[in-house]
C-alpha cells in the first residue's frame, strides 16, 4: 500500500508565508524524486517544484523561483514546500506525487505515479 497525505494549506493574505508537507507511509519516498504540482480554477494542472534522491537537485517553475523551496527530510520521509511572498495567482490546490523514475524528476504530470488527495492555497489580497 502507498498513501501520501499532503497539510499546511489554508488562507493567507498576499505577501504572507505557509509551508506545505507530503507524509508518505512506510518508505515510500525511499530512492525517489517528489514534485509538488497545482491546478488553479479553470487551469491545467502543473508542476511548481521537485527534488531528486537523495535531495540535491532540485527544480523551480519560473513563476515560483526565489519564492518556494523544496525540501526533504529522508530521515522522516517527509517533503516539504516552503511558500514566501504569495501572491493570489499562487491560489490553487497543491499536490505531492512521486516520481515514476526512480531518483530522477519530469516536469509532466504522467511521470508521476502515487499521488496525495491535495490541500487548497488560498491567497488573497
Known amino acids: 500500500q502507498v498513501q501520501l497525505v499532503e497539510s499546511g494549506g489554508g488562507l493567507v493574505q498576499a505577501g504572507g508565508s505557509l509551508r506545505l508537507s507530503c507524509a508518505a507511509s512506510?518508505?515510500?519516498?525511499?530512492?525517489?524524486?517528489v514534485g509538488w504540482f497545482r491546478q488553479a480554477p479553470g487551469k491545467e494542472r502543473e508542476i511548481v517544484a521537485a527534488?531528486?534522491?537523495?535531495?540535491?537537485?532540485?527544480y523551480y517553475a519560473d513563476s515560483v523561483k526565489g519564492r518556494f523551496t523544496i525540501s526533504r527530510d529522508n530521515a522522516k520521509n517527509t517533503v516539504y514546500l516552503q511558500m514566501n511572498s504569495l501572491k493570489p495567482e499562487d491560489t490553487a490546490v497543491y499536490y505531492c506525487a512521486r516520481s515514476r523514475s526512480g531518483g530522477y524528476y519530469g516536469r509532466a504530470e504522467y511521470e508521476y505515479d502515487y499521488w496525495g488527495q491535495g490541500t487548497q492555497v488560498t491567497v488573497s489580497s
Open positions: 527534488i531528486g534522491w537523495p535531495g540535491i537537485s532540485t
Open positions: 512506510g518508505r515510500t519516498f525511499s530512492s525517489s524524486a
